[in-house]
């Protein structure tokens, strides 16, 4: 593949000098990047439930028409919310959370589940990555450039697999067109930088339409991004007030002198990526055909413990000392490449409305790099998703589909810390939905019969064969309201890393033992929402529960794996060789009972909404709860509030939010209880247009206030809060 940094020349370069060519019709939304309408702040906003959906159900639908609770991302909202993972990116969101390790990995949390229960897409696809092995391990999808994101809150394990009984998250590319194009070429150019961690990041994306007709097309894609960083700012230490007290409180018992702590800057937390894809679609009034190949390289360091000689107070010196534990600090350099194909084929009338295909197959590479430079531990992953789904129409308001789908994924892990064996994952499945419409009332059927087979090297193959089912019913009370109920039955087959795991394990900090005996993880979902889209108030109030059978999860030991003489020894944390070696927290995979609910609650409140200008108040909350055998579940998610005003017009677009995530003291009893804090965001955008070219300025200011913050579910809350004070500055030019 030609070198990122080159390719991105080049292709801003074309994108500029071919712009001139373009027909002289209305702008088109570049695949890649969402342009936003007229009022981009509220009609692009996440809880206007009036947008379009593609992962939902097997048909595009509106947002007020599925059962489940969705969230839309794109246009001036996405712009403004993008960050360098897509965890950070969404983790604003109601009922979202990220798990936040380090500025360079970062995956979703929904609802308290995620690891291997939340299902991350590109365009429909698996991900095809390692991230849900370890929180350490980042998303190979790159957040800037994303043209819309959808999420499924709750069980849509139906559509996507099992390991989607938390929740789905389809990131939308637009790699491969779909539709005719309406213009000969297309595209985007974007620049922009952030204070706190010194980053610069710029894309270019162009769309040529090659043999352009009436009825058909040839369409050329192009994308290209790249992104530095340095060391992210923070507003105080990089290690908690409570790490502090006990190493000082070691220190002293043992005489010695303390290390001046990390402060100013996280050590170790800087990042690059780059990415880029080709694509070639052939699109007809009623079907497409596409193939894209594409790319993705990131290099960031995993925060950890770091102690610094500097001067207290001395910026440079602070800044020198950053920068040299970076060296101290392992690194993850990460490799992907991948290959897409899709394609679709609609009718216009009869029993098969369409037929269409997507398949997805790619490389990855990611090696943990030691502070000499030597590989550690090498993960790679070779696999592939595809899926065929046929869509019918029948009786009178009556539509459906069926579908097979089959995943492939053949993971390795060697070096010191390989915590678990070579493994070969497959499974197959069949799938139906189904969708009647009776007056006001609109009910949704779904099945799923999955196969699933696991073959770890040095143990016995597994192998499962699990149905699940739902039903959801939304009732439109009158042209503004509706009401909408979920019920989802879901069975999960444990994964090779809850049954084969055996060593230390870098990224959680511990010695993790599975259990090769665990059974399917069984789960019954209930949502109930009540959804108001027009008026002065438009939002969505949601129930939800979720009741586990054999849930699992790594419980603690209350037991250190010391290594001694060439060997790993469990022993109690007061035996006399567990005080002089530093050793791991042991954890072992169980299965217990367990229940999760809470309650989101997302508006909008249209203070002053007329064609020349736009006010909105949006409040918003989040509550998750969960517990087994009347124990709290570890890593849930704090409550959350927000409360934020909108103001906007035809080009202007302004506003400030403030979100309370309030003390968590529910927890496991392995945990320390987190603190409360506030996080408060301003943004302000300005967009020009001249002909067909449309050029978009904005700023955004994160953490205003420079709070401590440190997110309950993350992995290293104890050890790397979040940014600090933070400026992003950027334009964007379609065309």
Known sequence: MTPFPSAFRLLACAALVTSGLRAQTAPATPAGFASPPRHAHTHNTTVTLDQFLVSATPFAGNQVDVAQATTVLSGRSLLLKQQATLGETLSSETGIAASSFGPGASRPIIRGLGGDRIRLLENGVGTLDASVNSPDHAVSVEPFLIERIEVLRGPAALLYGSNAVGGAVNVITHRIETELPTERIRGAVELRGGSAAEELARGAVVDIALEAGADRALVLHFDAFRREAENVRIPGYAESARIRAEEAEEAAEHGEALADAARGRLPNSSLSAQSGSAGLSFVGKNFYLGASLSGFETNYGLPGHAHEEHAEGDEHDENKAASESEAEGVRVDLRQRRTDVQGEWRADAGLINAVRFKFGHARYRHAEREPDGEIGTLFTNKGYDGRVEVLHGGPENWRGAIGAHATRSDFSAAGEEAFVPPSLTQTQALFAFEEVSAGPLTWQFGARLERSKISAEGNKSRRSTEPSGSVGAVWKRDEATSIALSVAHTSRAANAQELFADGPHAGTQAYEIGDANLKTERSLG???????????????????????????????????????????????????????????????????????????????????????????????????????????????????????????????????????????????????????????????????????????????????????????????????PLAGRSVVAGIRLTF
Do not use: M
């Not at 103001?647 to 400030?656: E, H, L, V």
């Not at 001249?690 to 978009?696: I, K």
């Open 526 to 720: 209930v949502d109930l929402s009540l959804r108001r889209h027009a008026g002065l108030v438009t939002g969505a109030i949601t129930l939800f529960a979720n009741r586990f059978q054999g849930f699992i999860f790594e419980q603690p030991t209350g037991l250190l794996a010391i290594e001694h003489d060439g060997a790993w020894e469990f022993l109690e944390a007061d035996d006399e060789l567990a005080d002089e070696e530093e050793g791991l927290p042991l954890y072992r995979t169980v299965q217990r009972d367990a229940r999760f609910w809470g309650v989101e609650v997302e508006t909008i409140w249209h203070l002053h909404d007329k064609s020349d200008w736009q006010l909105d108040l949006r409040l918003a909350a989040d509550l998750t709860r969960a517990r087994e055998g009347g124990r709290n579940l570890p890593r849930i998610p704090a409550a959350r509030t927000t409360a934020g005003l909108l103001w906007g017009t035809a080009n202007w677009s302004a506003g400030a939010e403030c979100q309370w995530v309030h003390d968590q003291n529910r927890i496991a009893g392995n945990e320390t209880r987190s603190d409360g804090y506030a996080l408060v965001n301003a943004h302000v955008s300005r967009a020009f247009t001249n002909g067909h070219w449309r050029t978009e300025v904005f700023v955004r200011g994160t953490n205003l206030a420079n709070e401590e913050a440190r997110p309950h579910s993350s992995f290293v809350k104890e050890l790397a």
